[in-house]
Each structure stands twice: as C-alpha cells, then as structure tokens.
C-alpha cells in the first residue's frame, strides 16, 4: 500500500544571530533542525518531510522564509490549531507565520519566486550591543549618498562573478536584479537604536552564495573612498576578472519578504 502524501507551504520567520544557518550540519544548531525537531515532537507518530525554499548562512535573519512540507497519510485538518502548537514548542528566536496547503505539482525548489533581502547598517560610531544581532556597525563615516547611487548601478542584468564568493568558471553569473537601493531605516526600529541607520534593499529572483553580503562590502568601500562608480561598473562587465576582497558581517542581512510568482 502507498502512503498519500499531502503539501503545505509554511511561512516562518527567525532571528539567525545564535543559528549556522539554515541547513542541517553535523554538531550544531541550525533552522532547519530545530524545526524539524518540533515537528517530531507535534506530530508524534505522524512520518514527514520539510524542504526550504532556499539557505541563509550563519547569523543571517529572516522577516519571512518559506519551507514545504511533506505529511504522509494523516493531513492537518485545523491550520489554526496546527500554528498554535508549532510556535508554542518552536524556540523564542523562530516564529511560524502561516500555513496553506499546496497541490502535488507545486515545487519549492523549482518555482518561481522573488526574494527580496535587506541588509541594515549605521556609520560613524560605536552602537548599543543589543543592535548586534541584525544592525552592522561601521566605525568610519562614510558617504551614504555616494553609496545610494553606487547601489543604483547593481540594478538590471550584468555579471556578478565578482560578487560569488569562490566562485569557479562553471557557474552561471549573468543575473537580473530588480531592485537594489539604500534608503533610510525606519523598518526596523528600537529605543537602543542608533538615532540614524540605513538599509540597503535587494529584490531579485536569484543570488548566489554570499552576493549580497559582498555588493554591501563593495558598497562600503566606495562609502569609504577606496574605489569609484567606475569601479563598480567594470565588475559587472562580462569580462572583469576583480574578486571582492570585503564581505560585509552577516548579522545585518535579513531575508525580507519571499514572493511566489
């Protein structure tokens, strides 16, 4: 006899400052773990599976991420009942959002979605140690307008190889970004807060392992005079060869908003 199989698309959200990240590793403690561990629990006899609709590395937030999940033979009848267990056994840094049921045909992998990450930062002086786990500190001033038009420039299509940490010649490098901006930060706000910070807004249907914690860095040097426009632009030409040497601290990227098309 074949097990029925049904799918649900759980939207969730968790602080990253004290995970390694999304996918499961040997020894320490990830998202996907811990989530797979309170579904264990809640569901009790009950086989499963969960698949995440993409990774975030270590201390790397989420306002919104998404996972599939996989329940064979006994479906959840009460999405509101189901929610409520979920979080009240989830650790205090993960939160479940909402739940709906998919059909077979849909992928979480596969499917296309816009993803859409910030990544918040101050400048000119030391912070409040509780703006650790999602605000990045730089010491130095730096020129936020310059930075905002800098940030214009990674909008449409080019090459973003120099923005591939340890990229290869087998990759597929030539991405669109629809959206990259630095606005003021009036997202994400408290009392501790420094009274100024920003956030750099990125949308886009895919990045590759570290892009955007690298354009912040890219961003920063130029915030701090060490490279032009100019600069920027030639490494998104087909034929730059620049490798970025300054990844910015994965504490202020938060995946914020994950849209399926």
Not at 2 to 31: A, N, S
Not at 160 to 187: P, S
Request: proline residues 3%; hydrophobic residues 35%.
């Amino acid at each position: 006899m074949f097990d029925k199989r049904y799918y649900y698309l759980i939207k969730f959200q968790y602080l990253g400052y004290r995970f390694h990240g999304w996918q499961k590793q040997p020894d320490v403690k990830t998202i996907h773990l811990m989530i797979d561990r309170t579904l264990k629990y809640i569901l009790e006899d009950t086989k499963f599976k969960t698949l995440g609709a993409g990774r975030t590395d270590a201390m790397v937030s989420a306002n919104e991420a998404a996972l599939e999940l996989f329940i064979y033979n006994n479906p959840i009848t009460d999405f509101d009942c189901f929610l409520d267990l979920f979080n009240l056994n989830l650790p205090q840094d993960i939160r479940a959002l909402s739940i709906k049921q998919v059909n077979k045909d849909f992928n979480i992998i596969q499917d296309s979605k816009i993803k859409e990450y910030h990544y918040i930062f101050s400048q000119g002086q030391k912070n409040h140690p509780f703006c650790a786990p999602i605000l990045t500190t730089i010491l130095e001033t730096l020129d936020v307008d310059l930075m905002k038009q800098g940030a214009k420039h990674f909008e449409g299509t080019h090459n973003f190889k120099t923005y591939c940490y340890k990229a290869t010649d087998k990759g597929e490098y030539i991405r669109t970004i629809n959206q990259c901006e630095i606005v003021d930060n009036t997202l994400y706000t408290a009392s501790f807060f420094p009274k100024k910070s920003y956030v750099l807004k990125v949308r886009g249907k895919g990045f590759m392992r570290n892009q955007i914690r690298l354009m912040v860095g890219c961003l920063i040097k130029l915030g701090r005079g060490e490279i032009t426009l100019d600069y920027i632009d030639s490494t998104l030409l087909e034929t730059s060869t620049e490798v970025m040497d300054y990844i910015a601290p994965a504490s202020g990227l938060i995946l914020h908003k994950l849209d399926f098309e």
